[in-house]
């Protein structure tokens, strides 16, 4: 079992920073590939980042590439996501969740084993 609690949410304008953190609870934190999601009203959760056990692998959408960065801490059992330039269309919620699993579902929510709650992130014009 995994607990995941998201941080660092918040209202910034366009070009703006911000910076999500998410604290896992639980054994085995390093045995899960760990991903951010988002979900903007009336519409479907998509897929944001994901780095693998180790750190050492990273793999981004397209929309964000470029302005995001995701990384881990296996010491401190956390996840962040650096998000800079941040734009309007990025106003979602955002979810971190880990997923034991082949690689090449990282990118489906389906294929994830626990979720967060999610913290909001609002991007003004």
């Known amino acids: 079992q995994v607990q995941l609690v998201e941080s660092g949410g918040g209202l910034v304008q366009a070009g703006g920073s911000l910076r999500l953190s998410c604290a896992a609870s639980?054994?085995?934190?390093?045995?899960?590939?760990m991903g951010w999601f988002r979900q903007a009203p009336g519409k479907e959760r998509e897929f944001v980042a994901v780095?693998?056990?180790?750190?050492?692998?990273?793999s981004y959408a397209d929309s964000v590439k470029g302005r995001f960065t995701i990384s881990r801490d296996n010491v401190k059992n956390t996840v962040y996501l650096q998000m800079n330039s941040l734009k309007p269309e990025d106003t979602a919620v955002y979810y971190c969740?880990?997923?034991?699993?082949?690689?090449?579902?990282?990118?489906?929510?389906?294929?994830?084993?626990?979720w967060g709650q999610g913290t909001q992130v609002t991007v003004s014009s």
């Open positions: 969740a880990a997923v034991q699993g082949p690689q090449r579902l990282w990118g489906t929510a389906n294929a994830y084993n626990y």
């Open positions: 639980g054994r085995r934190f390093s045995s899960y590939a």
């Open positions: 780095i693998s056990m180790s750190g050492g692998s990273t």
